[in-house]
């Protein structure tokens, strides 16, 4: 049994994407510090998670697996797995069904494919979602509790589904964004539904949301939409506040909470990023405090010191002040080789004073955390095919998943 520590959601526990005391080796190859590697039944851009000793992932089969030989639709099929965190060995694996047609395997849904949303976990259930075939909860030991349905809908691009659910208390919150231009909070052992916010404004909302607890005590859950910035409150799903952010198209980044601010960045085509102090009560444009055409169009950013740090899509290393929205370094990774755009999906995470960000193809990038965000290493594995998921972290651990396998690196 390992210690008991716990990756529970998408960038770990908040979504904080940070882990401070760690053993974790920060250099790596196909040969070097792979304690294991387990081969997965199908691709996925999902992160794995992990609740001490046992370890989430999602894939899917069947259909859009090659890309000369798509297969048919009706074909397709998702799963999620549970491996020992020590060994890789596969404990169990389930079978999802296919309960309403998926949107065809063609344009940029062919660049992450059907098992984007990465599962949550309390400890006691895990939760899977995959868009149109709905929402699944297991036991830990595989043990079906029950599913929902959340809609069968797409959005007007058809780019399928990314945003991964969130646990607040009791309640297990999805953005359905595509499936229903809604966010439904069931309640975690039952899956009754307890409220649902449904607006045409979360078309091309990707997002997962975050929890954000200002000062006044209360918690916010807050989404970043096309043009417009908003808290839902957790326990109800009524509308708090909003404010006009003006990054229009879809919003792919998670909002970064810290402190009393708030960041998002993202849109298309005319990107850019704000920060705005959280909380109050209905329109709150004017408590933007900065505007920035900096911007990221997959990856969430980490924060940490009064900095922003990420490298987005388009191999460009940036780090923000929070404080002011001043860019301090602005750069492009050179040693990107097959293409420069998309080719960063996965968020940045932090280990201690270092910032790992893995690339689609070119290996993951080691960083300085710090003003200059210096490079300091890259590492491959040699494994040809895509790396779109953002890892989970553990003290002497880092799991990184492709579309071909999971690797535990540690020494």
């Not at 065809?104 to 899977?128: C, I, M, N, Q, W």
């Not at 607040?168 to 975690?188: G, Q």
């Amino acid at each position: 049994m390992l210690s008991a520590e716990t990756w529970p959601q998408f960038r770990g526990s908040n979504g904080m994407a940070t882990i401070d005391d760690s053993r974790i080796p920060l250099k790596w190859g196909a040969n070097e510090n792979v304690k294991w590697k387990t081969d997965l039944p199908g691709p996925g851009s999902s992160s794995p998670i992990y609740w001490e000793n046992k370890l989430f992932v999602t894939c899917y089969t069947g259909y859009g697996i090659d890309q000369k030989n798509i297969g048919e639709p009706e074909d397709l099929g998702r799963s999620i797995l549970c491996l020992d965190r020590a060994s890789g060995k596969i404990l169990w694996e389930k079978q999802i069904p296919l309960a309403n047609p998926d949107d065809d395997y063609r344009g940029y849904l062919t660049e992450h494919g059907y098992a984007s949303p990465t599962p949550v976990t309390d400890g006691k259930h895990v939760f899977a979602f995959f868009g149109k075939s709905g929402v699944h909860a297991f036991t830990l030991e595989g043990e079906k509790v029950w599913s929902k349905d959340v809609g069968d809908s797409s959005s007007n691009r058809r780019w399928g589904s990314a945003a991964s659910p969130i646990l607040y208390r009791d309640l297990l919150i999805v953005n359905a964004s595509d499936e229903s231009k809604a966010i439904i909070a069931f309640e975690k052992t039952t899956g009754q539904e307890k409220w649902r916010y449904e607006s045409k404004q979360l078309e091309l909302t990707y997002n997962t949301p975050t929890l954000h607890a200002p000062k006044d005590g209360r918690s916010e859950l807050v989404i970043a939409a096309p043009d417009e910035l908003f808290a839902l409150d957790p326990k109800t799903g009524k509308k708090l506040w909003w404010a006009k952010s003006e990054i229009p198209g879809n919003i792919t980044p998670s909002v970064i909470s810290a402190g009393e601010v708030l960041f998002t960045t993202g849109g298309y085509p005319r990107k850019g990023a704000i920060a705005i102090k959280g909380g109050g009560s209905g329109d709150v444009t004017d408590k933007i405090l900065w505007r920035s055409k900096t911007f990221s169009y997959v990856p969430s950013s980490v924060y940490q010191d009064g900095l922003l740090h990420w490298v987005n899509d388009e191999a460009t290393v940036i780090v923000m002040d929070l404080k002011t929205g001043e860019t301090l370094t602005k750069r492009t990774i050179e040693s990107i080789k097959k293409r420069k755009k998309f080719s960063f999906y996965a968020s940045l995470l932090r280990i201690g004073d270092k910032l790992v960000a893995v690339s689609r193809r070119d290996g993951t990038f080691i960083f300085e955390a710090n003003k200059e965000m210096k490079q300091v290493g890259v590492n491959s594995l040699g494994d040809e095919s895509d790396f779109n998921a953002t890892p989970a972290l553990a003290k002497d651990a880092i799991y990184l998943r492709s579309n071909k396998a999971i690797y535990c690196i540690a020494k």
